[in-house]
């Protein structure tokens, strides 16, 4: 069953009419543009006046062929950069762009940032693992900041299919000591000797590996839960409303 929201939201095969690309296409080329690109345009392609990528508001490009050939070769004279992409690579990246747009064309909207920190804070009980501008947990990513980072699209992919995407420094280590106690946390480090881990109840945690009998880190399974059968489309909108006005505004 896993990824079958992220397909849903991601169906777009061929996405152009000369190119086809699979839901893990996508995905890769989302890592792409937000390692390399988001950084000028923004999480939400509009962070250079007069541009907008998620909604083909350009000044040079006309086609998905033009566009994957300025990421890959950039504009002289201007402040965009030729980047080391291969011709493949460049052309998921704009079927992301064009993935974003769709994906959040059909995400539930309306959502009601009140009602979605009451949501977060209560029933989803969010809090216990992510932290909002200090407060709640540390063992999932902090969120303060998501709206800026992700598209509501992306939170809402998120939410019901936690196991879509996995970022490394999310990843969980499940260990079983000598003595059989049962280990589990997000990774923090790790060398040949040790692991450092954050367990469920936010503890640094350091184990000797010499102490371990079995020991994994798991990169395709999240320690988050799916809410797709615990929501109700109102409020998962809702929430979502909440996660995308994390920006540094704070929502009483």
Do not use: W
Request: overall charge positive; charged content about 25%; proline content about 4%.
């Amino acid at each position: 069953m896993k990824r079958l929201l992220f397909l849903q939201f991601f169906a777009i095969i061929p996405l152009f009419a000369q190119h086809s690309f699979t839901p893990i296409d996508i995905e890769d080329g989302g890592r792409l543009y937000r390692a390399n690109c988001s950084i000028c345009h923004g999480a939400l392609g509009d962070g250079i006046a007069g541009i907008d990528l998620f909604h083909n508001k350009l000044r040079r490009s006309k086609t998905d062929d033009d566009i994957a050939n300025i990421i890959r070769t950039g504009i002289p004279g201007t402040a965009m950069p030729p980047n080391k992409f291969n011709d493949f690579q460049s052309l998921t990246i704009v079927a992301y762009l064009r993935s974003m747009a769709a994906a959040t064309a059909t995400t539930t909207s309306n959502g009601d940032p009140v009602r979605g920190k009451a949501i977060y804070e209560g029933k989803g009980t969010c809090n216990s693992c992510h932290r909002i501008r200090g407060v709640g947990g540390r063992s999932g990513p902090d969120l303060s900041d998501v709206g800026y980072l992700r598209l509501a699209g992306e939170i809402e992919r998120s939410i019901v299919d936690p196991d879509a995407e996995i970022l490394g420094q999310n990843r969980q280590f499940h260990g079983v000591t000598k003595d059989g106690a049962t280990v589990v946390g997000k990774l923090l480090n790790e060398d040949k000797y040790s692991v450092q881990i954050l367990d469920s109840h936010d503890r640094l945690v350091s184990l000797k590996r010499a102490n371990l009998r079995e020991s994994a880190i798991s990169a395709d399974k999240s320690a988050m839960p799916s809410y797709k059968d615990k929501l109700s489309k109102q409020e998962l909108s809702d929430v979502v409303g909440y996660l995308v006005a994390q920006k540094g505004v704070d929502i009483q």
